[in-house]
């Protein structure tokens, strides 16, 4: 049974960093696609990064680029995001899921397994 865990949400200032956690387990974590999406509300869910656990070539959507990073330890089964000069846009829901495809996308429906996500504040 495939188990997505999110922990490390909170609040930040802008301009300040936070790091998320995702624990997976009941799947081989070191060839599979995992991503982080976030929905804010009132918004639908957007894709943030992505990566192929295997060779571990990321994928970010426009906004992020250049502040946060997606990276796993394949030993541990986690995925992390380590979010950096955060701004109050950034506010949401931030989920990890895992993809049923070896291509890493941000395109929701292509993932088939979520974590109950944790909420990301960002105050100006």
């Known amino acids: 049974q495939v188990q997505l865990v999110e922990s490390g949400g909170g609040s930040a200032q802008a301009g300040g960093s936070l790091s998320l956690s995702c624990a997976g387990s009941?799947?081989?974590?070191?060839?599979?696609?995992m991503g982080w999406f976030r929905q804010a509300p009132g918004k639908e869910r957007e894709g943030v990064a992505a990566?192929?656990?295997?060779?571990?070539?990321?994928r970010y959507t426009d906004s992020v680029k250049g502040r946060f990073t997606i990276s796993q330890d394949n030993g541990g089964n986690t995925l992390y995001l380590q979010m950096n000069s955060l701004k109050p846009e950034d506010t949401a829901m931030y989920y990890c899921?895992?993809?049923?495809?070896?291509?890493?996308?941000?395109?929701?429906?292509?993932?088939?397994?979520w974590g109950q996500g944790t909420q990301v504040t960002v105050s100006s």
């Open positions: 899921a895992k993809s049923a495809f070896f291509i890493p996308t941000l395109v929701s429906n292509e993932y088939l397994y």
């Open positions: 009941g799947f081989t974590y070191s060839t599979t696609c």
């Open positions: 990566i192929y656990t295997g060779d571990g070539e990321p």
